[in-house]
């Protein structure tokens, strides 16, 4: 099994998959091998270059919350925050000065008037166009949590500056009952207890009975650091000179 990150991993700057790696894919799918998105985006935001190509069996998605089989959508695996979590979101969105976004059912839900500024002036420290298509804003994004706080896959903290960050990190970090990881440096995500794409790996190798010495993971950020230390680093050193480079360069 490969388990791929998508931002900053597998898609290009245009957020496309280049025919060199969709080549690689189909070759995977010719050997037996497994190829599965693990990404912290929704089910929703999956690009039709990603859900449309060839090779990608699975979507692990909202970091871990959800398990997808691409070729029905079927939702195969969820986990979600506690609703005590959600309470707490709720308490902390005020008392941090945060906007939040939501994740529900594999929609990203967020704040009218963030939606509004990124609209109206950009946005520095993320793509603005990617927040424009993926976000559906709501006027009450707080209500609209709490109405749902059974089933929330994600919440996702941003701060427009890394101070204000770093000074809501330590309540933040210090939820119960959570998970608590980051896929840029102006956000804090927000999980279930035992939610994360290791996790979710763990869950879909144990149902297609792939063992972890089976497995290369990649990505690029702190929300996909726990997938990549399941990787068995104590038999990197009996792979051929050539996979050792490749792995070691992840």
């Not at 190829?35 to 970091?63: D, F, H, K, W």
């Not at 990190?169 to 927000?190: G, Q």
Request: hydrophobic share 40%; net charge negative.
């Amino acid at each position: 099994m490969v388990a791929l990150d998508l931002d900053g991993t597998t898609l290009n700057s245009e957020r496309e998959i280049t025919p060199r790696t969709i080549a690689a894919f189909e070759e995977c799918k010719r050997k037996g091998v497994h190829i599965v998105v693990s990404t912290g985006r929704t089910y929703s935001t999956l690009p039709e270059n990603v859900t449309g190509a060839p090779g990608i069996e699975y979507a692990i998605t909202s970091n871990g919350a959800h398990i997808n089989y691409i070729k029905t959508g079927e939702a195969i695996y969820d986990n979600f925050l506690a609703p005590s979590a959600v309470e707490e979101v709720a308490r902390l969105k005020v008392s941090t000065n945060a906007y939040i976004e939501v994740f529900i059912d594999g929609i990203a839900y967020t704040d009218e008037s963030y939606y509004e500024e990124v609209r109206l002036n950009g946005c520095e420290y993320r793509s603005a166009e990617y927040v424009l298509w993926s976000r559906r804003p709501v006027p009450d994004i707080t209500r609209l949590m709490l109405e749902n706080k059974e089933r929330i896959e994600n919440v996702n903290f941003i701060y427009p500056t890394l101070d204000m960050l770093e000074m809501a990190r330590p309540a933040v970090e210090a939820m119960e009952n959570a998970t608590i990881t980051s896929s840029f440096p102006n956000n804090l995500e927000v999980g279930g207890p035992t939610t994360s794409k290791k996790t979710a790996l763990i869950e879909l190798m144990s149902r297609l009975g792939i063992d972890k010495s089976e497995l290369m993971c990649c990505g690029d950020a702190p929300n996909d650091i726990q997938m990549i230390e399941m990787l068995p680093w104590e038999s990197l050193w009996q792979m051929p000179g050539a996979a050792l480079r490749i792995m070691l360069t992840l």
